[in-house]
């Protein structure tokens, strides 16, 4: 199962670093959500994979970690919001300039 959850990490944030290095807004955009999503599983697994275990101290013996599913919430409202912001950026510089690419090309001197 850990092997499993590592692999998806993995995979996630090397899809959402190559999306990032693209030079149009929308790749950029994607790679930004794969980060966010490898990190959120990241951070949940963070807190010890256990199956079918509440979290709740006191009623089972071994009760998962409750917090790694609190900041896992938490980043999940923050990166939804982030990626609304960068949405609207991409929408407006395609509008400002006619061209989407995230860094003009350089004139040749």
Do not use: C, W
Not at 25 to 50: D, E, M, Q, W
Not at 62 to 81: K, M, N, R
């Amino acid at each position: 199962m850990e092997y499993l959850v590592a692999s998806a990490i993995g995979l996630m944030t090397a899809t959402g670093v190559y999306l990032i290095l693209r030079r149009r807004t929308f790749p950029v955009v994607l790679g930004l959500t794969f980060l966010s999503h490898a990190v959120n599983l990241f951070i949940f697994s963070s807190g010890r994979l256990k199956m079918a275990a509440p979290p709740i101290v006191g009623r089972v013996a071994e009760p998962s970690d409750p917090l790694p599913q609190a900041l896992v919430l938490t980043a999940i409202v923050i990166s939804f919001g982030m990626t609304a912001v960068i949405v609207l950026m991409a929408v407006g510089a395609r509008f400002g300039t006619g061209d989407d690419r995230v860094a003009p090309e350089r004139e040749a001197p």
